[in-house]
């Protein structure tokens, strides 16, 4: 496992599942992905992202929680620098 440490990795590792990674620097932390445009698709090469970082599937909580980017960061530990 890979640890991240920052608000700006987790931003860094979600951007690498997205088709328009530059959707991403509108949002905020706390910003709904939904709501944003961003899809199931990249939502669930998000969730595999995660899956690997922390070296086990995600439970069915999890994956019902990456709503945002403080939940990502929160579901691995960052730190919000």
Known sequence: MTA?????AVRTLIKSSLEHPALLDRLGGDDDFAQA???????????????????RPLEDEELLGLTSVRAVAALIGAEAH
């Not at 991240?4 to 700006?8: T, Y």
């Not at 961003?38 to 070296?55: D, K, Y």
């Open 4 to 8: 991240v440490r920052s608000l700006d």
């Open 37 to 55: 445009g961003i899809g199931s698709g990249e939502l669930i090469r998000i969730a595999l992202t995660l899956e690997e970082e922390l070296g």
